[in-house]
């Protein structure tokens, strides 16, 4: 079956500084998807991409869709406290079920 | 809108016992999916329901089972707990035919 790997699995970083983590997939999507989970709560939607190449914003954060279709970026700007949680990213293709990738975990080390 | 909702929040089981977890989907979502998450496996995907229909299953014994109902509602159903099965189970709606998927608050199962 499909498979996302998503990397870093984990990131140790500084506030203000900018985060970029990615999810790169063995075949292609038509979607993708990013969440962000906190502890002990569901993941929430961020951001939605549907087309290859296609670059979305909301507010500090930013995603693209590859333009190979297999892969996908999420990008942070002047991380916040706020960010701390686990990032996935999920892929889809036709009326398939969504794939999810196994999660990079930001910290902010104070 | 109120969101996705699942009840209980938390649920400590005996081995052997039986739980059944619900879920109310965002209004006029009519497909609603289950998923496993554990720390070490990530969100693992149980089956999804759309019309009262099993739609996808994924790679779970016959101990999990669920049901949709006519108002989209859905439950799960885990059977013959064992130690393994304490997880955080997530369920998620969707528009049909939509790709965006919005999850709910999890119950989390412990099994002692």
């Known amino acids: 079956g499909q498979q996302l790997n998503q990397s870093p699995q984990s990131m140790f970083i500084q506030e203000g500084e900018d985060v970029s983590m990615n999810c790169t997939s063995s075949?292609?999507?038509?979607?993708w998807l990013w969440y962000k989970q906190d502890p002990g709560e569901g993941p929430v939607l961020l951001i939605a991409l549907y087309k290859a190449g296609e670059l979305t914003s909301n507010g500090r954060l930013t995603a693209q869709f590859g333009i190979t279709r297999k892969d996908s970026f999420l990008n942070i700007s002047a991380s916040i406290p706020s960010d701390v949680g686990i990032y996935f990213c999920a892929g889809q293709v036709g009326n398939e079920k969504l794939t999810f990738g196994t999660g990079t975990r930001l910290t902010i080390i104070p | 809108k109120a969101g996705v909702t699942q009840t209980p929040r938390y649920l400590i089981k005996t081995r052997g016992q039986q739980v059944t977890l619900s879920c109310s989907p965002i209004s006029g979502h009519r497909s609603v999916s289950w998923y496993q998450q554990t720390p070490g496996q990530g969100l693992q995907f149980l089956f999804e329901y759309f019309s009262e229909t099993q739609r996808n299953k994924g790679n779970f014994p016959g101990r999990f089972s669920g049901r949709q109902f006519s108002n989209s509602r859905s439950e799960m159903n885990v059977s013959t707990l064992e130690l393994g099965d304490s997880a955080l189970y997530l369920c998620a709606s969707s528009l049909v035919g939509a790709p965006e998927a919005f999850f709910g608050q999890g119950t989390r199962l412990t099994v002692v």
């Open positions: 075949s292609i999507f038509n979607t």
